[in-house]
C-alpha cells in the first residue's frame, strides 16, 4: 500500500541510531497520537484516520487502517430555540465538529480479540469510542468494528434518564400539558369567552411548536441538553493490564475469568469503566459474536474534564492484587484511585464504590495533558506516576501504596509548550518525553532525583542536536516497544514549508 506525502511523519530509533520514517496520510493534532502493542504493532492516530503499522517491515506499509466517518449524535432531547444561546449552551455548539478527527487510541492486552490479538480502542472528537480488531485475512486493510462503547452508555444513561428522573419527568409532563388540545364550550352564550380561551391556550403551546410534528423526542432545557451531552462527549480512553479471578483455594486464575478494563474519561469529569473478558474460544470467522462489553462503573473522578488516564497493577500479593486508576483534569489535579477488585471482576451494575479515593496530587491550576503509570519490578508495592503538563512542566511522583505514602521528586522545567508524550521504559529507570516545541528528552531516574541525559547528536530534532531540520514543528507523541529496543515517535510538519503541490494533495 503507497502513502502521500502529507504534514505528518512517524519515526524510530533503535539501539544503533537507525532511524526509518514512514509518512502519514493524515496530521496528529492530540497528545499520546501513537500507541504500541504487547503483538508490536504501531496505531497513530492522524486526522480521521489510525494507522497501524507493522515496525518490522517499516517503510513498506501499514498494516491496517481505520477510517472515521461522521456520525450523528445520539438523541437526547431538543430544547427552545430561544436557549440556543444561553451560557451552558455556547461550548456545545461551538465544540460541534463538522469533520471527524481521532482523539486517543489505546490498545489492549493480548488476547482479548477474537483472534488471540489486541483490541484497539478509538475515541474520535465527536465523542464516539468503538473498539477494532485486525482484519480476517491479509487482503483486507481496513480494521473491523466489534463494539460500540459510545452506544451502549448512551443505552445505558437513558434507562435511568440521565440520572435526571425526577426531572425529566416533570418536564415531560410540562410538554405533554401543552401538546393536549384547549377543551371549548360551544355554549352559543360563551362562545366569545370561549374563544379567548382557545386563543389564550394557543398562545401558551408555542414553545411546544418548536418541536418536530415527527419528533418523540423530549423538550427539555438548556441545562439538562449541555449536562448530557458532557456525559457522552469522550475525550481520552486507557486499558487496564490483566487481570484474573482466583480461587478461594488457591492462587490460580480460573478458566475464563480473565479480563481487562477499559476507561473512559469525558467532558462531564466522570470516568465509566468497562469490563471486557477474553473470548471463550479463538477464531478468525466472522460470523462469531463480538466481544461482551459490560458497563461496571462510573466514576466523578474530577469536575472539569478528564485528559489523561492510566493504569497500575500491584500484584506483589499474589492472592490479593490491587488495581489502581490514575486520573487528570483540565484543573491541573491528579487523583489515584483504589479498585475494589471483587466489584469490578464481578459486578453486573454499574456502581460508583467499585473505586475509592487514595490521593489527589497536584501543584498548580495548569491543566495535564498526559499520564504514565509503571509498577517497578524491583518495588511491586510502588508505583512511579509521570504528569506532563499544558505549561511545558514534567511532575514526577513516587506512591508507596502499602503505606500510603505519596512523595514528589520535583517539578521539571522540560518543555517550552505542551507536554504531548510521557513514556517509561527499562522497568522505570528511563522516562521519555515529548512536547509541540518539538523536542523529545531522555530522563533517569535515580534513587529520588530525576536527571536527563544526552542523546545522540545524530538523531533527527533531539535535544541538543546541532543539526536540526526545519520541516518539522511539533511531536505529538512517543511509544517505546515491548522489550525496551525501539522508541517510536510521530511529528507534524511545518505547512509553510512544504510545495504546494503536496499541500493540495
Avoid at 430544547?79 to 456545545?92: A, H, K
Avoid at 398562545?203 to 439538562?224: H, R, W, Y
Avoid at 488516564?309 to 500479593?317: E, K, Q
Wanted: hydrophobic share 40%; net charge negative.
Amino acid at each position: 500500500m503507497s502513502f502521500f506525502p502529507s504534514n505528518s511523519q512517524i519515526q524510530t530509533q533503535n539501539a544503533d541510531s537507525r532511524f526509518q520514517a514512514t509518512v502519514l496520510v493524515g496530521a496528529p493534532s492530540f497528545p499520546d497520537a501513537i500507541a504500541w502493542s504487547d503483538e508490536n504493532l504501531i496505531a497513530v492516530a492522524s486526522g480521521h484516520l489510525v494507522t497501524i503499522l507493522n515496525p518490522a517491515a517499516l517503510p513498506f506499509g501499514p498494516r491496517g487502517l481505520i477510517t472515521i466517518k461522521n456520525s450523528q449524535p445520539f438523541p437526547i432531547g431538543v430544547i427552545d430555540r430561544r436557549d440556543l444561546f444561553s451560557n451552558c449552551m455556547l461550548p456545545t455548539v461551538l465544540s460541534r465538529d463538522q469533520e471527524p478527527c481521532v482523539r486517543s487510541i489505546s490498545w489492549s492486552p493480548v488476547g482479548l480479540a477474537p483472534n488471540a490479538g489486541c483490541l484497539l480502542a478509538v475515541c474520535t472528537t465527536q465523542g464516539f469510542v468503538k473498539l477494532y480488531r485486525s482484519p480476517y485475512c491479509n487482503f483486507c486493510a481496513e480494521w473491523i468494528e466489534v463494539a460500540n462503547v459510545s452506544a451502549k452508555l448512551y443505552d445505558y444513561l437513558q434507562s435511568i434518564n440521565f440520572g435526571e428522573a425526577w426531572a425529566s419527568s416533570s418536564k415531560q409532563q410540562d410538554v405533554n400539558e401543552h401538546e393536549i388540545e384547549p377543551e371549548i364550550d360551544y355554549d352559543p352564550a360563551k362562545q366569545k369567552s370561549s374563544n379567548k380561551i382557545v386563543r389564550a391556550s394557543k398562545s401558551k403551546v408555542k414553545p411546544a411548536k418548536e418541536i418536530p410534528e415527527n419528533s418523540t423526542l423530549p423538550l427539555i432545557t438548556a441545562d439538562q441538553y449541555a449536562s448530557r451531552t458532557a456525559m457522552l462527549s469522550t475525550l481520552v480512553v486507557a486499558w487496564s493490564p490483566m487481570l484474573h479471578s482466583l480461587s478461594k483455594t488457591c492462587s490460580v486464575p480460573q478458566d475464563g475469568l480473565s479480563m481487562s478494563l477499559l476507561a473512559v474519561g469525558g467532558k462531564s469529569g466522570k470516568v465509566s469503566v468497562w469490563r471486557i473478558p477474553i473470548p471463550e474460544c479463538y477464531s478468525v470467522d466472522q460470523s462469531r459474536v463480538p466481544e461482551t462489553v459490560a458497563l461496571i462503573g462510573i466514576l466523578q473522578a474530577h469536575n472539569s474534564w478528564i485528559t489523561a488516564i492510566g493504569w497500575a497493577l500491584l500484584d506483589s500479593d499474589s492472592s490479593n492484587p490491587k488495581v489502581l486508576l490514575a486520573t487528570a483534569s483540565t484543573d491541573g489535579s491528579v487523583r489515584i484511585w483504589l479498585g475494589n477488585n471483587e466489584k469490578l471482576l464481578k459486578s453486573s451494575e454499574p456502581s460508583d464504590y467499585s473505586f475509592s479515593l487514595l490521593q489527589e496530587v497536584a501543584s498548580d491550576a495548569a491543566p495535564v495533558f498526559v499520564l504514565s503509570v509503571i509498577v517497578p519490578t524491583k518495588s511491586p508495592d510502588k508505583i512511579l506516576l509521570a504528569a506532563g503538563k499544558g505549561s511545558g512542566s514534567l511532575e514526577l511522583w513516587i506512591c508507596n501504596i502499602s503505606s500510603q505514602n505519596f512523595d514528589k521528586i520535583g517539578t521539571y522545567d522540560a518543555h517550552g509548550q505542551t507536554v504531548t508524550g510521557l513514556a517509561w521504559a527499562f522497568d522505570g529507570q528511563s522516562l521519555y518525553s515529548c512536547s509541540q516545541d518539538n523536542v523529545v528528552r531522555c530522563w533517569i531516574l535515580s534513587g529520588s532525583s530525576l536527571c536527563e541525559v544526552p542523546i545522540p547528536s545524530n538523531t533527527p530534532r533531539l535535544r541538543n542536536s546541532t543539526d536540526l531540520p526545519e520541516e518539522f514543528v511539533s511531536c505529538f507523541g512517543l511509544a517505546v516497544s515491548p522489550g525496551n529496543l525501539v522508541i517510536a515517535w510521530v511529528r507534524n510538519t511545518d505547512v509553510e514549508q512544504l510545495n504546494p503541490m503536496y499541500e493540495a494533495r
